[in-house]
């Protein structure tokens, strides 16, 4: 019962995710396809991801949402997001910079790098 009522303020969250769309990116970067959800731009830089436009449908708000970590220097750790206003306000936020080549996507995403963790 208390794993119940510990799931409870997460269910909206959990519901939304499990009834997504899915999509995909194929990257030069590391050829590799990721796989994602559809989302919209801001929950998905919220959620530490980045966007790619045009894999889903319903709309210009309604964008595919990746999650990838990248690698820093030494002990740094990182996570991929976009260059965008709202994705540097959060790297910032973090106390983390940006560097480049290290993230699959499209040329403004970075990987914003950290003592995260």
């Not at 009522?5 to 995710?17: R, T």
């Not at 999650?67 to 976009?82: F, H, K, Q």
């Amino acid at each position: 019962m208390k794993f119940i009522a510990y799931l409870a303020p997460f269910l909206p969250l959990l519901v939304s995710l499990a009834s997504a769309e899915s999509c995909s990116y194929w990257s030069d970067f590391d050829k590799k396809t990721h796989r994602g959800y559809c989302t919209t731009p801001n929950a998905c830089i919220d959620a530490h991801g980045f966007v790619v436009d045009d894999r889903c449908s319903g709309g210009s708000n309604n964008k595919c949402c990746l999650t990838y970590y990248c690698d820093g220097a030494g002990s740094l750790t990182g996570y991929c997001t976009n260059t965008n206003t709202r994705g540097r306000n959060e790297c910032s936020r973090m106390r983390g910079t940006f560097r480049s080549n290290r993230c699959p996507g499209p040329t403004n995403v970075k990987c914003c790098e950290g003592l995260f963790g």
